[in-house]
């Protein structure tokens, strides 16, 4: 079951540009995490956000998260074409003896032309 | 930091084949994994969680005689797809969290083609 809803689900801009993805649930996580997933390859971490109102930032990224910890969004200052990839939002639930799993919203893919 | 390793990163069979993907984590020891699958262009759906020693728990709807899951050691847990099918073509990733931390580590991911 998807909990996380994300949008927009494609984003195709001009390098320069400046963009927000934003990352929406009805429940409550014990933290919501964002990955960037490359063509044939598995996801990678960007950034955990555990905090509401917590603001990251990752060098031309800034992650925040939403006061009552239900949704997040992502901004990317000055897109390039190297920020190019599937970037998909995770929110981290108890699952039995088993710690953390993810649910994975729908992700967005991003294409940045130069 | 961690990694998970998985093997073989792509594979064709023919169908009514079977076929094994495995996941090592290389300097941690995982008591728990977690196989998901991934059509094009869409999200990660969370398959089955492989447990160190006991059964493997599926998600709704996943058929547990055609995914088969083994944990047999701390660092490897392998998915087989059993007789497969041309519908079972997909990317297969697995991931292991990272322990006391909500964030996991993924593997490299499978592209299994069945034709």
């Known amino acids: 079951t998807q909990l996380l809803e994300q949008s927009p689900q494609f984003l195709s801009i001009q390098e320069g540009e400046n963009l927000t993805v934003y990352c929406n649930s009805s429940?409550?996580?014990?933290?919501l995490q964002w990955y960037r997933q490359e063509p044939g390859e598995g996801p990678v971490l960007l950034v955990t956000v555990v905090t509401g109102g917590e603001v990251k930032k990752l060098k031309r990224l800034t992650f925040q998260f939403g006061d009552a910890r239900k949704d997040s969004s992502l901004h990317i200052t000055a897109a390039q074409p190297g920020d190019t990839g599937l970037y998909l939002c995770a929110g981290a639930r108890v699952h039995s003896n088993s710690g953390y799993a993810l649910n994975f919203g729908k992700g967005t893919s991003l294409l940045v032309t130069p | 930091g961690a990694v998970v390793s998985q093997h073989p990163s792509r594979v064709i069979c023919k169908s009514g084949t079977s076929v094994k993907i495995e996941c090592r984590s290389l300097?941690?020891?995982?008591?728990?994994m977690f196989w998901y699958r991934q059509f094009p262009k869409q999200s990660l759906m969370l398959m089955a969680t492989s447990n160190e020693g006991s059964k493997a728990t599926y998600e709704q709807g996943v058929e547990k005689d055609k995914f088969l899951i083994n944990h047999a050691s701390l660092t490897l847990s392998t998915l087989t797809v059993t007789s497969a099918h041309p519908e079972d073509s997909s990317f297969y990733i697995c991931?292991?969290?990272?322990?006391?931390?909500?964030?996991?580590?993924f593997g490299q991911g499978t592209r299994l083609t069945v034709v």
């Open positions: 991931s292991a969290p990272d322990r006391g931390r909500t964030e996991a580590f």
């Open positions: 300097d941690f020891q995982a008591t728990t």
């Open positions: 429940s409550v996580f014990s933290s």
